[in-house]
C-alpha cells in the first residue's frame, strides 16, 4: 500500500522537529512515529476512556473494562511479545512491545480484533478480573502514599470521580454486569477516542502497514480529547484521621499551570519547584531542621488540565503548626524577593544540565512528546529551545511565578494522621502568605 507521504517522511526526520508538527496537522494522518533508541518496536493505543469520565453510577467501570480486555487479548497472545495494559484518569492504555515485525503485527492484529470487537460472553474471566480489581483496591487501602494521593486528588477534583473515595468504587463496581461494560465499550470506542502511537528506531513497513490497514476499520482520530477540569476547592483543610499512625503526613497543595502554559511558563515553573527544594533556600530548611522536620518534599503532578504543586512532611503533633509558618514563610518570600541571585544560578545550570541528560534518554523523549501530544495538541520545544529559555529566565520571572501560584485563597491543606486535637481555625490562623 501507499503511505501518505507525511508519515514515511516523520519516521526518517524524527531530528526535524517541524515535520512532526506539519504531520501532526495533516487531516489525513491518524498515527505517529516518535523512534527510539532501541531495538524493539512499540505500539501503543490510547483510549480516552479514564476515570475522569466516568459518573458516580458508573465508578471504576473503565478499570473493569481495561482488566477484561486484556484477560482476553492475554489468552490470545504468544509468549515473546510484551503486552500490558493501564488506566490513568484520561486514558485507558493498551501497549505491545517486540523485536520481530511479525511477531508484534500478529499481536497488534490480535489486539485490535479484541479491542473492537471483544466476545462479551466470558462471565468467568468477568468475574475473576472484577476479583481482581477489588483485591487491588484493598491493597490501596494498606498504601499510605495512594492515600495521600486520593487526599490530593479529593481537593484538586471537588464532585469528580477522583474527588470521590476509591472505597466507594467497591459496592458499585460489584454490581457492575457485563452488559454495562458492553454498553459503556460501544460509547467509547469511537474514532475520536482513540490515538496510535508507534515507535521505533527504524522503519518497519510491514507494522506501519498493520496499523494503517486498520485505518479504514476504525477511523483513528487526532484530536485532542477534553476531559472536565480540576475544580479546586478554595482554601480548604481536609483532615483524615487514621489511629494507627503516630504523627500526621502535612501536605500543602496549590493548582499549578494547565497544559497549554507557555513553554516558557513551564520551564520557569520547573526553577521554582527546584529552588524550593533546594536545602539552601533563605535558610527555610535550616529552621525546618531546627524544629526536628527533615523529611521534607515537592512534587508536581500536570493533570489533565490544571496540575498541582505540593509540599509534603511527615511530622509529630508538636511540629504541625511551626511546619505550616515555616512552609508559608517560604513561599512569602518567594513571592516577594525571589530566590537570591546566587542560588538561582546554581539551580539554573544545574536543571540544563539535567534536562540534556534527560533529554539524551528515548523513552523520557516519549513520554514528554506523547503526553504533550495527546494531550495539548502540539509537540514540546527542542532541546535548545528550552535551553534558550532557561539560559535566559531571571530571578524576576521566578518571583512572577510565585505570586501566580501561591494565593492563600487557592491553597489546599491535608492533614492525615493521629488526632492532633488542633482546630481548623488554629492550622487557618498559621498559614499567613
Ligand atoms: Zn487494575
Not at 371 to 393: C, F, H, M, T
Request: charged fraction near 30%; hydrophobic fraction near 40%; include cysteine.
Amino acid at each position: 500500500m501507499n503511505l501518505p507521504k507525511s508519515i514515511s517522511n516523520l519516521y526518517w526526520s524524527f531530528k526535524d522537529r517541524k515535520l512532526i508538527e506539519d504531520v501532526y496537522r495533516d487531516s489525513d494522518c491518524h498515527f505517529i512515529y516518535l523512534p527510539r533508541d532501541t531495538k524493539k518496536i512499540f505500539i501503543d493505543v490510547y483510549i480516552k476512556a479514564g476515570a475522569l469520565l466516568e459518573d458516580e453510577r458508573q465508578a471504576g467501570i473503565g478499570h473493569v473494562l481495561e482488566h477484561y480486555i486484556s484477560a482476553l487479548v492475554h489468552k490470545e497472545l504468544p509468549d515473546d511479545v510484551k503486552f500490558g495494559a493501564k488506566i490513568n484518569d484520561d486514558y485507558i492504555v493498551f501497549y505491545l512491545e517486540s523485536e520481530a515485525d511479525t511477531t508484534l503485527v500478529h499481536a497488534f492484529n490480535t489486539l485490535f480484533e479484541v479491542l473492537t470487537r471483544p466476545d462479551f460472553s466470558q462471565k468467568e474471566v468477568f468475574d475473576y478480573e472484577k476479583r481482581s480489581i477489588m483485591s487491588e483496591l484493598g491493597e490501596e487501602k494498606n498504601d499510605i502514599e495512594r492515600r495521600l494521593e486520593r487526599l490530593v486528588e479529593r481537593t484538586r477534583y471537588v464532585d469528580e470521580p477522583n474527588g470521590r473515595s476509591f472505597v466507594d468504587h467497591l459496592p458499585k463496581m460489584k454490581e457492575l454486569s457485563l452488559e454495562n461494560i458492553a454498553t459503556y465499550h460501544k460509547k467509547i470506542l469511537t474514532k475520536e477516542h482513540i490515538t496510535i502511537f508507534v515507535s521505533a528506531v527504524k522503519s518497519h513497513p510491514s507494522v506501519l502497514s498493520a496499523v494503517t490497514d486498520k485505518l479504514d476499520i476504525l477511523n483513528v482520530s487526532k484530536g485532542v480529547p477534553d476531559f472536565p477540569r480540576p475544580t479546586y476547592s478554595d482554601f480548604s483543610i481536609v483532615i483524615d484521621e487514621d489511629p494507627n499512625l503516630s504523627g500526621s503526613y502535612l501536605v500543602m497543595t496549590f493548582p499549578s499551570l494547565n497544559r497549554t502554559a507557555s513553554l516558557k511558563d513551564e520551564v520557569i515553573l520547573d526553577l521554582l519547584i527546584e529552588i524550593m527544594k533546594d536545602p539552601e533556600h533563605k535558610g527555610a530548611r535550616q529552621e525546618m531542621r531546627e524544629q526536628g522536620i527533615y523529611d521534607i518534599t515537592v512534587v508536581q503532578h500536570e493533570g489533565a488540565h490544571n496540575g498541582y504543586l505540593a509540599m509534603r512532611s511527615y511530622v509529630s503533633n508538636d511540629q504541625i503548626v511551626a511546619w505550616i509558618q515555616i512552609v508559608a514563610s517560604l513561599m512569602r518570600i518567594l513571592k516577594e524577593s525571589g530566590p537570591s541571585q546566587s542560588l538561582f544560578e546554581r539551580i539554573k545550570g544545574e536543571w540544563i544540565g539535567d534536562m540534556t541528560t534527560h533529554w539524551r534518554t528515548n523513552s523520557g523523549r516519549f513520554a514528554l512528546l506523547s503526553d504533550r501530544i495527546l494531550n495539548q495538541g502540539n509537540v514540546p520545544g527542542y532541546k535548545k529551545e528550552i535551553e534558550e529559555i532557561a539560559a535566559s529566565a531571571t530571578v524576576n520571572d521566578v518571583r512572577e511565578m510565585a505570586k501566580k501560584i501561591f494565593e492563600r485563597e487557592k491553597v489546599n491543606l491535608i492533614l492525615f494522621g493521629e488526632n492532633t486535637g488542633l482546630s481548623r481555625e488554629e492550622i487557618a490562623k498559621a498559614m499567613v502568605f
